[in-house]
C-alpha cells in the first residue's frame, strides 16, 4: 500500500485526521512521565498550528505536531504501533526532515530515538541558551553543557534540545 506524507495547517485539514492523531498520541505519551501535554482533541487543536502526517491509505501511521514558537516547536510525535517499522522509518523520516527548519525538546525513549536515529546530535542546542529560547525557569545540568531540567507536569524532567529555532 502507497504512503502519502502530507502537511495539515488548517483547522479543517487537522480536524480530518483529528481522531487518529489523537489515538496515535495517546497510545505513544502513555508510558512518558509528565505524558501528554494536551488535556483532550480540542486541546491539542487549539495549541498545534501543523501537522505533518504520514499516511498509508486512509490511516496515518506516523505524526509530528508543531506550534509557531521561534520559528517552529515539534511538540509531539507519535508512530502506530500497528504499522512497527513502516512507522518507525515514517516518524524518522519526518523529524529528520523537520530538524534543519524547527526545534524540540526531548527526554527519555524521545531523546534516545531522535539522537540514534535522526542525527540529533548534529542539531544540540547548549544549555545556557534553553531558558531564553523556551521563556521559562531551567536548572543547567553542569555534567554535560546540554541537559537541563525543568519541571512538566509537576515532574523534573531532564531534557534537551535540537533543531534549528528561528532568531529573534
Excluded at 496515535?24 to 501535554?37: Q, R, T
Excluded at 544540540?124 to 534553553?130: M, N
Amino acid at each position: 500500500m502507497q504512503t502519502q506524507t502530507i502537511t495539515v495547517t488548517t483547522a479543517s485539514q487537522m480536524q480530518d485526521y483529528a481522531d487518529q492523531v489523537w489515538a496515535l498520541l495517546v497510545a505513544s505519551y502513555a508510558h512518558v512521565k509528565g505524558g501528554l501535554h494536551y488535556t483532550n482533541k480540542p486541546h491539542m487543536l487549539a495549541q498545534t498550528q501543523r501537522w505533518q502526517l504520514v499516511v498509508r491509505g486512509k490511516r496515518v501511521i506516523a505524526a509530528i505536531l508543531f506550534k509557531a514558537k521561534r520559528g517552529w516547536k515539534l511538540v509531539a510525535m507519535a508512530a502506530c504501533r500497528r504499522a512497527k517499522s513502516a512507522a518507525r522509518a515514517a516518524l524518522k523520516r519526518l523529524i529528520c526532515g523537520a530538524l534543519p527548519n524547527s526545534w524540540m525538546e526531548l527526554s527519555e525513549r524521545a531523546e534516545h530515538f531522535v539522537m540514534l536515529h535522526c542525527h540529533g546530535h548534529q542539531y544540540l542546542i547548549h544549555a545556557s541558551l534553553v531558558s531564553e529560547l523556551l521563556n521559562k525557569p531551567v536548572r543547567v545540568d553542569e555534567a554535560d553543557s546540554y541537559h537541563y531540567v525543568r519541571d512538566i507536569a509537576g515532574i523534573p524532567k531532564a531534557k534537551i534540545i535540537v533543531g534549528t529555532p528561528a532568531r529573534r
